[in-house]
């Protein structure tokens, strides 16, 4: 069992798993160094890569993109691994790439700063998001095929998303999932729709967001935003966050005095400031739970969140509006990664369980194993940077995202 003591820091509730010793590092030299040049850093250690205009592709995983770019909204060099859906900055390349441990990777980043920092940056303007571009191009029968006979979505549920502008087929039959924010769009994100583990690894099929895109804002869409208990439900994909409304709706529908909110952050552990974004834009909700998938990824991303909201061991954070409940809605007996690989095994009878933030960490001790949770939460602390979950505005815009459907009828295909 766990020892739950008085801080509120997720890296306490593993320090009775084994003696830990974090190094104490100011928060913004642990950013300064972790976003430093990723291509200059290949340079230095001899890592081979191929270029095509502003991205490079490593010689021995050419699914492993870098992006050179600089822009207002993107500060540093990032990659991308496309065959297993990560990316990040330098520190998580690191990590991802090489396999090193937090403190060897510090260490190395402190020891090369002086030559890592002659890398020249690649500046490059933002471009802005044209709707335009964007628009529709096919009957849906490609991209309704793919969600509805592969993805397991329900037909009303489909036809719901294109009857409200929020899906719509591109020339190649990718699906795309509108953003919007008072009712105009915003950006939007790309799913293909044809399988290619070739170029996709195992994912399969192509995934982005499309440039231009608003900064910290995500697929979105909601139930009742007038009414008294609002819920907010945070997921990686707008895939997700449909199956779990396609599970949880049917049986929620009727309680007229709860809102809810499905938002998709497009990522983890990395998009964690749209959560902020929403708070400041829409409301603070009553409730905030956070279904990531359930694997490495998913688990560092519920403990960043965590970490940086400064949540208690009573599962809550103090904003300067109210309390916010903290949860984590796990599939339940069915052993699946994310919510629609449990949507695709169980149908759409599937079922789940809310946990708080103690009964989670118990969830991730089990499924993982102790020293893999520690190394999980070690990371999580390292990585903490100041996001703005607790402080909002006390003038907040009422800004309405669209109800997928009016009804909701679970049965029907």
Not at 39 to 67: A, C, E, P
Not at 112 to 139: C, M, T
Not at 294 to 309: E, I, L
């Amino acid at each position: 069992m766990f020892y739950f003591g008085e801080s509120s820091i997720i890296i306490s509730i593993f320090l009775c798993l084994r003696k830990l010793e974090v190094e104490s590092l100011d928060r913004d030299l642990f950013e300064k160094l972790s976003n430093q040049s990723i291509q200059k850093y290949l340079d230095l250690k001899g890592i081979g890569y191929t270029r095509n205009g502003n991205y490079l592709k490593l010689m021995d995983h050419d699914s492993l993109v870098i992006d050179t770019r600089i822009t207002d909204q993107k500060k540093c060099e990032t990659f991308f691994w496309n065959s297993k859906g990560i990316g990040g900055n330098l520190y998580q390349f690191m990590r991802e790439y090489l396999g090193m441990e937090s403190t060897d990777i510090l260490k190395e980043l402190k020891e090369l700063s002086p030559e890592l920092s002659k890398a020249v940056a690649n500046r490059y303007e933002d471009k802005k998001y044209v709707p335009e571009k964007w628009k529709n191009k096919g009957n849906h029968e490609q991209v309704k095929d793919y969600l509805i006979n592969k993805r397991k979505l329900s037909t009303r549920l489909v036809n719901g998303l294109i009857d409200r502008d929020l899906l719509r087929e591109l020339k190649y039959g990718d699906a795309l999932f509108v953003w919007k924010e008072k009712g105009q769009e915003v950006g939007s994100d790309i799913q293909g729709t044809r399988i290619d583990h070739e170029k996709y690894g195992d994912r399969g099929t192509k995934k982005m967001v499309v440039p231009g895109s608003k900064k910290n804002y995500g697929f979105n869409f909601s139930v009742r935003t007038k009414a008294a208990k609002q819920k907010f439900f945070i997921f990686e994909s707008p895939i997700d966050a449909l199956s779990f409304y396609q599970t949880y709706m049917p049986k929620n529908y009727q309680k007229k005095d709860e809102g809810y909110r499905f938002i998709s952050l497009n990522g983890a552990g990395t998009k964690l400031e749209t959560i902020g974004e929403f708070f400041k834009t829409v409301g603070v909700p009553d409730e905030l739970h956070l279904n990531f998938d359930t694997d490495k990824a998913g688990v560092k991303a519920f403990m960043k969140f965590v970490v940086n909201a400064d949540i208690g061991f009573e599962s809550k954070f103090t904003t300067d509006e109210k309390q916010v409940k903290v949860y984590a809605d796990i599939p339940k007996s069915v052993d699946v990664k994310d919510w629609n690989e449990a949507l695709q095994k169980g149908e759409i009878e599937f079922t789940f369980t809310t946990l708080d933030m103690p009964q989670y960490i118990e969830y991730v001790k089990g499924k993982l194993g102790d020293n893999v949770a520690l190394d999980i939460a070690t990371e999580a602390a390292h990585e903490k940077k100041n996001f703005d979950f607790v402080k909002y505005p006390k003038e907040k815009n009422n800004v309405q995202s669209p109800n997928v459907l009016n009804k909701h009828k679970s049965k029907e295909r």
